[in-house]
Every structure is written in C-alpha cells, then in structure tokens.
C-alpha cells in the first residue's frame, strides 16, 4: 500500500514558476515508477511526466518538455514536478500517481494516486 499526498499548486501569472511536490509513504519507494497527471476543468485526465524508479528514464507530454521537470529523491520518498514558463492552458489538477509496473503514459498503468493540488495561471 502506499499513499501519496501532493502540495505546492497555488495562483501564479504566466511565465511563472511552481514545484509541485508529491510525499510517499511506505518503505519501497524506489520500487514504483512515479507521474504526474493533471486534469483541466471539463477535460479528461491526461499524462504529463513519469520518472523511472531509479530517476534514469523520464518521460514526457510535448506540451510541457523543455518546461517541466520530474525529479525524485529515493532517500525522502519524494517526487518532484518543477514547472517553469507556466502558461494558462497548465491550469488543471495535478495528481501524482504511482506503478510498480508502468513508466509509461497511461493512468490505467498507475496503482495509487494522490487527491491532487490545484494549479492556476493567470494570463
């Protein structure tokens, strides 16, 4: 069992930057690939970065590469989303989710998730 409780999202202006941070519980962390998803008001839940249980392999949506970064640190049980360049069309729900199985793009691949954290940017 493990339990993921998300924070850092808030009201920030375009351009912008936030790090989202997801803690976990339970002592095998680093066996679970880690992601981040977000779902836009009316909009379906989508991925947005996944990391290997080892942090060796990320794994990106092409509308955030070149601005977000997914990072961990096993020794914490902490994951990381920072999130530069912000526009209005991130505006969503984050959730951080996590797989002993998948580091890929589907949330049917994920085992847990967290409630999420509300991210808004103002234009």
């Known amino acids: 069992q493990v339990q993921l409780e998300e924070s850092g999202g808030g009201l920030v202006q375009a351009g912008g930057s936030l790090r989202l941070s997801c803690a976990a519980s339970?002592?095998?962390?680093?066996?679970?690939?880690m992601a981040w998803f977000r779902q836009a008001p009316g909009k379906e839940r989508e991925f947005v970065a996944a990391i290997s249980g080892s942090g060796g392999f990320t794994n990106y949506v092409d509308s955030v590469k070149g601005r977000f970064t997914i990072s961990r640190d096993n020794a914490k049980n902490m994951v990381y989303l920072q999130m530069n360049a912000l526009k209005p069309e991130d505006t969503a729900v984050y959730y951080c989710a996590a797989s002993r199985t998948s580091v890929g793009r589907s949330q049917y691949g994920m085992d847990y998730w967290g409630k999420g954290t509300l991210v808004t940017v103002s234009s």
């Open positions: 339970g002592r095998t962390f680093s066996n679970y690939h």
